[in-house]
């Protein structure tokens, strides 16, 4: 497994290929001897040795990766930032071992992640991660989701609409029966939608990668959110490869140290990262983090289920001052029907919304649209 925590050495972590160490053992590493130093841009000017270079490098010297140092397991890294999900960090296990040594996951979102680390290991082992890499490298350019929300907000409005091709969910099941995720696709675009966002993950939303190819190569034009449970580098190639442009980060799931090596990645490969937060220290968390662009609030929780709008309006109170000041767009997610709706979190600073249920169960998700803004929105 490929996190920034579990990389064999976090300097040399954009090498092809290299090498995924097996577990979430504490492990030394080489760079821990690099001191502390105020952030600046990674950049070597005439006189910057190296050193002095990635002694300026705040993932490498992340507290996190202090910790790690000093022999904290990844799991407890992730509890001390207040990350309640846990990894098994056994991706060859069964569930069932799994399970004897940790006890059932806490709740849906430990069980998908769970499920996870197995899909990518198995992943990884089918397609190596130095295949992924070159197979991403490939790809036609990636188009700029965060540019097309900006616009779409400029030109509607009203927030951007990230529609999304969502067939089934766990806690609602099946959304819609017949579902072709191309003519979705269209649909939403035909009728304003700034990006879109594909469910690939199988299990639980019987998403697959295969529907983002299609929509991909249908000549959809609108940029597309490979909407996953991102735990490892692999998954980032493996989405480039597959026409994504951006990808979401869970920072429930992710400790700093991930989302800041994950938002390097996709830098490198010219995506959009959308950083979901569900709750305050979320929020803060994140907020600390350089190079953040896009925030998504969930306003269901993810290991709850439950769906309260509300939820947007009072991390914005609290944060909207330090969000405008770096210049970070917020994405409203989840729970929205109505125009009422949208018009709440509009007026609660976000610029952009995330939907899926209100408008993949009505049978013309397209003309869906209208109804959820209240007006047509234009391209
Ligand atoms: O939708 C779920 O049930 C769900 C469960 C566990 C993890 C994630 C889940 N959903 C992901 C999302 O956040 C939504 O698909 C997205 O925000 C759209 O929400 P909605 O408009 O309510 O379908």
């Known amino acids: 497994m490929e996190s920034a925590l579990v990389s064999r050495s976090v300097g040399s972590s954009f090498a092809a290929g290299a090498a995924a160490p097996r577990g979430c053992l ?60 846990r990894r098994h960090c056994r991706p060859t296990a069964s569930l069932k071992e799994i399970e004897e040594e940790l006890g ?14 197995i899909e990518v290991a198995e992943g990884l082992a089918k397609k190596p991660l130095k295949e992924v890499m070159e197979a991403a490298a490939k790809a036609p350019p990636s188009r700029d989701f965060y540019g097309a929300l900006e616009a ?15 067939k089934a969910s766990p806690s609602r099941g099946l959304l819609r029966e017949n579902f072709n995720p191309v003519e979705i696709a269209k649909a939403y675009e035909k009728n304003g939608a700034a990006c879109l966002s ?23 034009k609108c940029p597309l ?30 400790p700093d140290l991930d989302i800041k090596y994950f938002l390097r990645i996709c830098k490198e490969l010219g995506m ?11 929020m803060e968390r994140v907020l600390n983090i350089n190079g953040v662009k896009l925030i998504g609030i969930n306003n269901r929780s993810l290991e709850t289920f439950v769906v ?4 947007t309006k009072m991390l914005l109170e609290k944060h909207g001052d330090s969000i405008r000041e770096k210049g970070i767009l917020v994405v409203g997610e989840s729970g929205l ?5 949208v018009a709440y979190v509009q007026n609660a600073g976000v610029s952009a919304v995330l939907v899926g249920e209100s408008l993949v169960k009505q049978e013309d998700p397209g003309r869906a649209i209208a109804g959820l803004f209240g007006k047509e929105l234009v391209h």
């Open 104 to 117: 059932a996951p806490h709740n849906i979102l430990e069980k998908i992640i769970w499920d996870k680390e």
């Open 152 to 166: 779409a907000y400029k030109r509607n409005g009203v927030p951007a609409l990230i529609a999304e091709v969502k």
């Open 198 to 220: 594909i469910l690939t993950d199988e299990k639980y939303f019987q998403g697959s990668f295969e529907n983002l190819e299609k929509v991909r190569a249908s000549g959809v």
């Open 26 to 85: 504490p492990r030394p590493s080489r760079v821990a001897t690099l001191s502390r130093a105020p952030a600046r841009p990674l950049r070597a000017g005439p006189k910057d040795s190296i050193l002095e270079v990635l002694a300026q490098d705040d993932m490498l010297n992340a507290a996190e990766l202090v910790q790690w140092e000093n022999g904290k397991s990844v799991n407890s890294i992730a509890a001390s930032q207040g990350i309640r999900i």
């Open 337 to 341: 029907f109505t125009p009422d709706d």
């Open 225 to 254: 959110l490979c909407k996953e449970f991102v735990i490892d580098k692999w998954q980032i190639y493996n989405a480039r490869s597959k026409g994504a442009d951006a990808v979401l980060l869970i920072a429930a799931v992710l």
């Open 272 to 282: 959009t990262a959308l950083i979901e937060v569900h709750d305050e220290r979320e």
């Open 308 to 311: 309260d709008t509300a939820n």
